[in-house]
């Protein structure tokens, strides 16, 4: 067993280190139960101890009276088990066939009723989610045909759009006079910048600043 000792002045703390915790070895008290009986006691006969005899006839007298205190109890719950049992049957038995006929016809009842009111819980139950369902599929369909709608317009707007670029465009038709306005408007997309910032578009204009 280790046991640890908070005392900063004992000696075994200061060769631990500087945390004033030491660690002491204590001995058993006495011998640990897993331990096996020593050899010089191996063959060693306890002495019985003898018992007067009043102390016999009292522990005889309380061993008597204890055993007939249980046997009481036991009979006591053997006969509250017996009527028990006896009380819990009785109804069955004392029944003639036509009193069991009309209990199960009483129970057949009974258990028509359960069926019908559940039967009509649960009609109300699909009804309810079959408009619902009704409600949710019509919504569905509606969105759907918002959103071709609004797909087709996008789509005629881009058609609109490339019908009007395509007034530009250079065709077989008007090539010549697109290559004519080309060569008598020419476009330099050559620059320069400088390290003040200044640009030079071109080849041959002059300097510009930004």
Not at 130 to 135: I, L, S, T
């Amino acid at each position: 067993m280790l046991r640890q000792l908070l005392n900063p002045m004992s000696v075994t703390a200061a060769k631990t280190g500087s945390n004033d915790f030491a660690l002491e070895f204590v001995r058993w008290r006495r011998k640990p139960r897993w331990l096996p009986v020593a050899k010089s006691k191996v063959f060693r006969v306890p002495e019985r101890k003898k018992q007067t005899e009043e102390e016999r006839i009292e522990l005889m007298r309380l061993h008597n009276q204890y055993k007939t205190q249980l046997r009481s109890v036991r009979q006591y719950l053997r006969e509250e088990v017996i009527r028990h049992q006896e009380t819990s049957t009785a109804d069955h038995i004392v029944l003639t066939p036509e009193q069991e006929e009309a209990e199960f016809q009483r129970c057949l009842e009974v258990n028509a009723e359960w069926n019908a009111k559940i039967a009509g819980e649960r009609e109300v139950r699909l009804a309810k989610e079959r408009d619902e369902k009704v409600a949710y599929v019509q919504e569905r369909l509606e969105a759907g045909k918002l959103r071709e709608e609004e797909r087709r317009e996008r789509a005629d707007e881009r058609i609109r759009f490339e019908i009007e670029q395509s007034k530009t465009f250079v065709t077989r038709a008007n090539l010549d006079e697109a290559i004519e306005a080309a060569l008598a408007n020419p476009v330099d997309h050559n620059f320069a910048i400088d390290l003040a910032g200044n640009l030079y578009r071109g080849r041959g204009t002059q300097s510009l600043n930004n």
